[in-house]
Nanobody
Framework: VQLQASGGGLVQAGGSLRLSCVAS????????MGWFRQAPGKEREFVAA????????AYADSVKGRFTISKDNAKSTLYLQMNSLKSSDTAVYYC???????????????????WGQGTLVTVSS
């Protein structure tokens, strides 16, 4: 599956952005789709994920209540609505796909074997 992420940009603290990730190449049935981020000098970390079939979701504690992951089956598109952004949210955001994933593994980076190119989110304080 090929993934194309977009929607990053520069936003002031407290603002909002919505990221999109278009998937192509195969049906997403049975896949988990996730958002990860990597800040300068830090390791890539889990943000949020969703099971394409059924819609179970998982969130990192740092974004719960502020970020919402969703999907549009007809458009094969994954979204990440980010509200109340903080400077600590500044990072390159990646969408990723994991085949045959179980719900308890949605937050595991190693579960994902398809990655998009990343989109930069910069939050100014």
């Amino acid at each position: 599956v090929q993934l194309q992420a977009s929607g990053g940009g520069l936003v002031q603290a407290g603002g909002s952005l919505r990221l999109s990730c278009v998937a192509s190449g195969r049906t997403l049935s049975g896949y988990g789709m996730g958002w990860f981020r990597q800040a300068p000098g830090k390791e890539r970390e889990f943000v949020a994920a969703i099971k394409w079939s059924g819609g179970s979701t998982a969130y990192a504690d740092s974004v719960k209540g502020r970020f919402t992951i969703s999907k549009d089956n007809a458009k094969s598109t994954l979204y990440l609505q980010m509200n109340s952004l903080k400077s600590s949210d500044t990072a390159v955001y990646y969408c990723a796909a994991a085949p045959r994933i179980i719900t308890s593994s949605l937050g595991r980076l190693a579960s994902y074997n398809n990655w998009g190119q990343g989109t930069l989110v910069t939050v100014s304080s």
